[in-house]
Nanobody, 124 residues
Framework: QVQLVESGGGLVQAGGSLRLSCAAS????????MGWFRQAPGKEREFVAA????????VAPDSVKGRFTISRANAKNTVYLQMNSLQPEDTAVYYC?????????????????WGQGTQVTVSS
């Protein structure tokens, strides 16, 4: 089983920045597609960003593209989400997820393991 632990969430003002980290267990972390999702109160969990095995390819929706950057350090079994220019609409619980098989990067159901989430609150 792959275990994921997120950290780095907190309370920031609009325009601020946060860097989320996700520490993962697993023998073959470098073979996992990794993703970040978020869920705001009363909303469904939505895709934020994904990074492929080598880190050479990343995917993100227009809502965060240009502000959020996903990266990974395979030697450390860690994936990151750098969030800049945060806005109140970014307030949510952010989840790290691992796809150990290789599926569609933006689909919730294609990820095999999930962390417990870390709260990000952006005040106006």
């Amino acid at each position: 089983q792959v275990q994921l632990v997120e950290s780095g969430g907190g309370l920031v003002q609009a325009g601020g920045s946060l860097r989320l980290s996700c520490a993962a267990s697993g023998r073959t972390f470098s073979s996992y597609r990794m993703g970040w999702f978020r869920q705001a109160p009363g909303k469904e969990r939505e895709f934020v960003a994904a990074i492929m095995r080598s880190g050479s390819t990343t995917v993100a929706p227009d809502s965060v593209k240009g502000r959020f950057t996903i990266s990974r350090a395979n030697a450390k079994n860690t994936v990151y989400l750098q969030m800049n220019s945060l806005q109140p609409e970014d307030t949510a619980v952010y989840y790290c997820a691992a796809d150990t098989i290789g599926r569609f990067a933006s689909r919730l159901g294609d990820y095999d393991y999930w962390g417990q989430g870390t709260q990000v609150t952006v005040s106006s």
